[in-house]
């Protein structure tokens, strides 16, 4: 099962929003809504922050939001903010019965 | 609180076993499905397994199949991963997670156990 594809790094400055793209197949992203979204500062455990493709769990801002269209999920971030720089991953269940993780995007807050 | 505690990690040659625990409390263990999760030194996550509420489904990754096996005791709130014939490439940091509640996402994560397959 190959990775789902995410750039490896995005930035923005304060204030504005920035977009990660995570792009899989027909066999994965594009056939179930089971896609999420994880951010991980470093040194730290990953945090659930988006699931279902646009559902965010509780406590987590309303800055961050998720779509889907074909096999591409994105995860949106707007009014960024300086505690927002982390690497950010999403997954996918497939298929196979298995899940799949994109290779992650580290974001940059300038 | 939920809490989700890893233990079982060290040091291990090529070609060795260790079995993993994840102690858990806050919630109710056996409502939840649960997962494994590995993230090797400065890379990636890479999930690893999945075990339903009652443990009659499992999911393995190609990458373990065969060799790992998830398993889980509802009576002492404890999820396991046995792991066989390792790899210095499965050297990495094993999280437990557990779902959101009726879906497929990694909602809650302990703090990771630390693997290290080498001679």
């Known amino acids: 099962q190959s990775a789902l594809t995410q750039p490896p790094s995005v930035s923005g400055s304060p204030g504005q929003s920035v977009t990660i793209s995570c792009t899989g197949t027909?066999?994965?992203?594009?056939?179930?809504?089971?896609v999420s979204w994880y951010q991980q500062p470093p040194g730290t455990v990953p945090k659930l922050m988006i699931y279902?493709?646009?559902n965010r769990p509780s406590g987590v801002p309303d800055r961050f939001s998720g779509s889907k269209s074909g096999n591409t999920a994105s995860l949106t971030i707007s009014g960024l903010q300086a505690e927002d720089e982390a690497d950010y991953y999403c997954?996918?269940?497939?298929?196979?019965?298995?899940?799949?993780f994109g290779g992650g995007t580290k974001l940059t807050v300038l | 609180q939920v809490q989700l505690v890893e233990s079982g990690g060290g040091v291990v040659q090529p070609g060795g076993s260790l079995r993993l625990s994840c102690a858990v409390s806050?919630?109710?263990?056996?409502?939840?499905?649960m997962y494994w999760v590995r993230q090797a030194p400065g890379k990636g996550l890479e999930w690893v397994a999945f075990?339903?509420?009652?443990?009659?489904?499992?999911y393995y990754a190609d990458s373990v199949r065969g060799r790992f096996t998830i398993s889980r005791d509802n009576s002492r709130n404890t999820l396991y991963l046995q792991m066989n014939s390792l790899r210095a490439e499965e050297t990495a940091i094993y999280y437990c997670?557990?779902?959101?509640?009726?879906?497929?996402?990694?909602?809650?994560w302990g703090q990771g156990t630390l693997v290290t397959v080498s001679s």
């Open positions: 806050g919630f109710t263990f056996s409502s939840h499905e």
């Open positions: 279902d493709v646009s």
């Open positions: 997954t996918s269940f497939t298929s196979r019965n298995t899940w799949v």
């Open positions: 027909s066999s994965d992203v594009g056939s179930y809504n089971w």
């Open positions: 075990i339903s509420r009652d443990g009659s489904r499992k």
């Open positions: 997670a557990k779902d959101l509640t009726g879906k497929y996402s990694f909602h809650y």
